[in-house]
């Protein structure tokens, strides 16, 4: 068994998987990569199978690695410089032993790094990703230190060839550059809003707050007048769920949330906008476009389908200039 | 029993009746049934709701909503037997830096908060917010008491806390706007053990005044 020594581990970079969907009865979140686009890239480019899903997600840089040994690895959503030159993002690549791998802040808010064969830490409640916040699952239930020493599982001999990068045609990210549009369906209670408020929130442009983390997107704007009825009674709630607080300013629950909230939700995010929507920094603005159930469902389904079916290329070393 | 769908791969269902622990039992029931419906991958009980969730690729949300609705309470006699749990808290000192503004608050002495705090059932209606922590009712009227004007950035793991109309107890160091009067050493949940926490919705939880040594030297 191989491991990666944490250099210099960066703010908050931890490990993460697909989430604990059970732990939830018991009240934790379900957590989990926030991206799952890039995490499923990375552990596409690094051939590792589903059930040695963990890897780590990043929100700053630089994080310093050293792997013990040579092995199969990527990043998705940040440059990694290497002795050798800068290798480009979302590439899969053999890192050689004893050799820092140096990853960049990443492009966006989230980047991820994967290894063939996954991270060896225990499956707690269901899931190997880290709860920072009850100290549990991950590598000992937090966020890395210096000096950590991660284990890796041994997986099938990986088909990339030494000397060889790999890619996905999935790397070309989508074009983002201007306003983000979340897509998302009204809730039900939603006729308890008036139509110039509902027309007020699909034709608003929201920023993010510097206060959004794992849990929530918190977003300021044009507050939504809204008549708030004292009563309202907490309920059980799920990532994408948009909540209106008293305040008027909404907030995007992501995996982290609190699975119960107090506050009326007036629509749901669908998955695939929320992968993006994980990757706003504060200050990034954004805005929504109300669709139906039928079209929601409808892009979900093709969204991880196209993700299911990428198919991944090699292509000779080609390091970036520095 | 009202059935809505909540987002493209959920459905909440609704009941217009205020939180009681007989109802808490039906939820029980309608989470068991949904999570046996092809497709459903999770199933959160609120006070008096249920939000049942399935799987966004492969599921067939019509058929999972038909199969809700047809759904119908059985004999409660079927449930697991609800539990009663007894926390030991120590109350006041430096375990409970809020009680002597609690009972300032209401005009009376802290002997008397703990007296009507403790020695009740509460009813655990859900479970939410940190890993183990118990949505509990039934906090007696004369102890409402609003909530800090700034939140804690730290509450104590094991503190006992009123906020509102509501009292818990935080299994785990988090932050937190409720007043703290007393603290457990009891640890309320364990990640490695299966289940990791021990009480269900349903079920009753009573808070028992403890003494410290630190107290009896006193």
């Not at chain 1, 809730?187 to 007020?200: A, I």
């Not at chain 2, 160091?173 to 364990?190: A, M």
Request: neutral net charge; proline residues 10%.
């Amino acid at each position: 068994m191989s491991d990666i020594v944490v250099l210099n581990p960066g703010v908050l970079t931890m490990i993460q998987d697909t989430g604990r969907v059970a732990a939830e009865q018991y009240g934790a979140s379900r957590g989990g990569a926030l991206d799952f686009r890039l995490y499923s890239l990375a552990l596409r480019l690094t051939e590792t199978q589903t059930a040695n899903d963990a890897v780590l997600e990043l929100i700053s840089g630089p994080v310093s690695l050293v792997p013990h040994d040579e092995m199969l690895v990527a990043v998705t959503g940040a440059n990694v410089r290497t002795p050798q030159g800068i290798i480009p993002d979302c590439t899969g690549f053999w890192a050689p032993a004893n050799q820092p791998l140096v990853i960049s802040r990443p492009h966006k808010a989230r980047a991820y790094f994967a290894v063939h064969g996954g991270f060896d830490v225990q499956s707690v409640l269901g899931g190997r990703g880290t709860d920072f916040r009850n100290h549990f699952g991950g590598f000992c239930g937090r966020p890395l230190k210096p000096g950590d020493r991660l284990p890796i599982l041994a997986g099938p001999p990986p088909k990339l060839p030494h000397g060889r990068w790999r890619h996905s045609n999935l790397s070309e990210s989508p074009n983002s550059s201007g306003r983000l549009c979340l897509r998302f369906t009204w809730h039900h209670s939603v006729n308890n809003f008036l139509p110039s408020q509902r027309d007020q929130f699909i034709s608003a442009t929201y920023r993010i707050d510097p206060h959004s983390d794992g849990m929530a997107l918190r977003l300021q704007g044009t507050p939504l007048k809204v008549r708030h009825s004292e009563d309202f009674l907490s309920q059980p709630v799920l990532p994408g769920t948009i909540q209106l607080p008293p305040d008027g300013n909404p907030i995007v629950l992501l995996a982290h949330r609190g699975t119960i909230g107090g506050y009326p939700p007036i629509g749901h995010v669908i998955i695939p906008d929320l992968w993006r929507a994980a990757q706003l920094t504060p200050g990034a603005s954004l805005s929504f476009a109300a669709i139906s159930l039928a079209e929601a469902r409808q892009i979900t389904r093709i969204a991880y389908q196209t993700l299911a079916t990428a198919a991944t290329y090699s292509t000779p070393q080609q390091f970036l200039d520095p | 029993m009202e059935l809505y769908s909540y987002g493209d791969h959920a459905a909440m269902i609704a009941f217009n009746e205020p939180a009681h622990l007989e109802l808490t039992h039906r939820l029980l029931q309608l989470r068991t049934y949904a999570l046996q419906i092809p497709g459903v991958i999770n199933a959160l009980i609120g006070y008096t709701t249920v939000l049942v969730e399935w799987d966004p690729v492969s599921a067939d949300p019509e058929m999972i909503m038909q199969d809700l609705r047809d759904w119908r309470s059985e004999d409660i006699q079927g449930n697991r037997p609800s539990r009663h749990w007894q926390i030991p808290v120590f109350y006041g000192g430096t375990n409970g830096p809020d009680l002597n503004h609690v009972a300032k608050y209401h005009h009376i002495t802290p002997g008397e908060v703990i007296a009507l705090h403790s020695r009740r059932p509460y009813p655990i209606y859900c479970l939410g917010f940190s890993l183990g922590f118990a949505y509990l009712g039934g906090l007696p009227e004369t102890l409402h008491t609003p909530r800090r004007t700034s939140p804690r950035i730290r509450v104590p793991k094991g503190s006992v806390a009123i906020g509102g109309h509501q009292t818990g107890v935080y299994p785990s160091d988090s932050p937190g706007g409720w007043h703290i009067i007393g603290r457990t050493p009891i640890q309320l949940t364990n990640p490695a053990h299966e289940p990791p926490v021990s009480y269900i919705p349903g079920d009753t939880i009573e808070f028992v005044p403890v003494q410290g040594l630190q107290d009896l030297n006193s």
